[in-house]
């Protein structure tokens, strides 16, 4: 079981900068290939980012290509969203997710463990 707690979410203007990070329980964290996803009200919950256990591995969606950029510590059982450039459009409830095995692509079936989200409103 693995449990993931999401912070640094808030209100930024657009142009601006947050860093999401999401903290794992348990001591396998390098084992689980780490996502973070997001949800607009009234829409469907869409992939933002994902890494590989060792981190060699980096997959974005188009639309935060250049701007958002994934990373981990393993050590500190943490992964992180650094947010540039952000956006109104980028204004959504932001969860990070943990797959036991490699995901290739950007669907969210294969995550079995997921965080309550934290919120990210960017105005204009």
């Keep these: 079981q693995v449990q993931l707690v999401e912070s640094g979410g808030g209100l930024e203007q657009a142009?601006?900068?947050?860093r999401l990070s999401c903290t794992a329980s348990g001591r396998t964290f390098s084992s689980y290939h780490m996502g973070w996803f997001r949800q607009a009200p009234g829409k469907e919950r869409e992939f933002v980012a994902s890494i590989s256990g060792r981190g060699a591995?980096?997959?974005y969606a188009d639309s935060v290509k250049g701007r958002f950029t994934i990373s981990r510590d393993n050590a500190k059982n943490t992964v992180y969203l650094q947010m540039n450039s952000l956006k109104p459009e980028d204004t959504a409830v932001y969860s990070c997710a943990a797959a036991p095995k490699y995901v290739s692509?950007?669907?969210?079936?294969e995550y079995d463990f997921w965080g309550q989200g934290t919120q990210v409103t960017v105005s204009s």
Excluded: E, Y
Excluded at 15 to 18: A, D, Y
């Design 105 to 109: 692509g950007s669907s969210d079936v």
């Design 57 to 59: 591995l980096r997959s």
């Design 15 to 18: 142009g601006g900068s947050l």
